[in-house]
């Protein structure tokens, strides 16, 4: 691997862990915005099956967001022992 090619995936790793930080924490403003449209494309709904269409969108968001950074940390670390490697 060459010192060109850790950078990118240095990169991209970075970038998957902040978005899926990002993610999580707003995973209550992205699914409420969800389950809202949701709902206006409905024309309207009961208010118990409307929590759940709420509550869905944010464990949507809450399991994507950490995949995501679980992804990135995985790629950031993996990078970080052979750049180590390489130095030796």
């Known amino acids: 691997m060459t010192k060109e090619n850790s950078i990118y995936f240095l990169i991209v790793g970075t970038v ?12 209550v403003n992205f699914g409420t915005y ?33 995949i995501l950074l679980g992804f990135g940390l995985f790629i950031v670390t993996l990078i970080y022992y052979k750049v180590q490697i390489i130095k030796r």
Not at 36 to 56: M, Q
């Open 16 to 27: 998957l862990g902040l978005v899926g930080v990002v993610m999580i924490f707003f995973s």
């Open 34 to 66: 969800f389950a809202e449209s949701w709902l206006a494309s409905r024309g309207g709904s009961d208010t118990g099956y409307y929590h759940i269409i709420v509550n869905s969108y944010i464990n949507n968001f809450l399991v994507a967001g950490a």
